[in-house]
């Protein structure tokens, strides 16, 4: 059984800082699996923010976070970070965690290059 449990959400104070964990259980990250965040604020849809593709760790963000987050796996491939810094307003969403069942090209941001998803975890910037 597949899980995807995000924590590390909460409330900061806008230029603040947080970091988001994804553990994975159920299944091992093989090389070439496609592992993302995502978020979801109220009223709108849900945007990619940014991926790490695990054969060779590339990883992509989007522009509003580029340079303020940090997209990161562990050595045993079981946990995705998300390290957020400069937190804004606009920050505050739903954050998911999401990965690929399978080798997949091309890793981007598009949700359906996605299999698995976590529950989410609050970020609020205030």
């Known amino acids: 059984h597949v899980q995807l449990v995000e924590s590390g959400g909460g409330s900061v104070q806008p230029g603040g800082s947080l970091r988001l964990s994804c553990v994975v259980s159920?299944?091992?990250?093989?090389?070439?699996?496609?592992a993302g965040w995502f978020r979801q604020a109220p009223g709108k849809g849900r945007e990619g923010v940014a991926n790490?593709?695990?054969?060779?760790?590339?990883?992509y963000y989007a522009d509003s976070v580029r340079g303020r987050f940090t997209i990161s796996k562990d050595t045993a491939e079981t946990t995705l970070y998300l390290q957020m810094n400069s937190l804004k307003p606009e920050d505050t969403a739903m954050y998911y965690c999401?990965?690929?069942?399978?080798?997949?090209?091309?890793?981007?941001?598009?949700?359906?290059?996605?299999?698995?998803w976590g529950q989410g975890t609050q970020v609020t910037v205030s």
């Open positions: 159920g299944y091992r990250h093989s090389s070439g699996v496609c």
């Open positions: 999401a990965s690929s069942a399978w080798y997949r090209v091309p890793c981007d941001l598009g949700q359906h290059t996605y299999d698995y």
């Open positions: 790490i593709w695990t054969a060779d760790h590339t990883t």
